[in-house]
């Protein structure tokens, strides 16, 4: 099992930027990829970014050059800075892990809110 903790969310104004961050535990070695998903109110979840565990990346279109995901093996933790904030970019943002041979997420975290205000 692996347990998923996201932090750092919060009421941002648009323009600026926060930093979101996933600790994740347990079974950690079973990890191929880790990603972040967000879902608007009324939307469905959608896929941010991603980082595999050799450290490749992948962005949806729509965050391309504003998001970076990155992570830090040492803490066994994936961060999203996100800059240049949209009001369209506001969602509860979740964090989530894949295990090696699967092609579907196994593990989510519970979510953390990102408001974009005017």
């Known amino acids: 099992q692996v347990q998923l903790v996201e932090s750092g969310g919060g009421l941002v104004q648009a323009g600026r930027s926060l930093r979101l961050s996933c600790a994740a535990s347990g079974n950690i070695f079973s990890i191929s990829a880790m990603g972040w998903y967000r879902q608007a109110p009324g939307k469905q979840r959608t896929l941010v970014a991603t980082i595999t565990s050799s450290g490749s990346t992948n962005y949806a279109d729509f965050v391309k050059g504003r998001f970076t995901i990155s992570r830090d093996n040492v803490r066994d933790t994936v961060y999203l800075q996100m800059n240049s904030l949209k009001l369209e970019d506001t969602a509860v943002y979740y964090c989530?892990?894949?295990?090696?041979?699967?092609?579907?997420?196994?593990?989510w975290g519970q979510g953390t809110q990102v408001t974009v205000s005017s």
């Open positions: 989530a892990a894949r295990r090696f041979g699967y092609s579907d997420y196994n593990y």
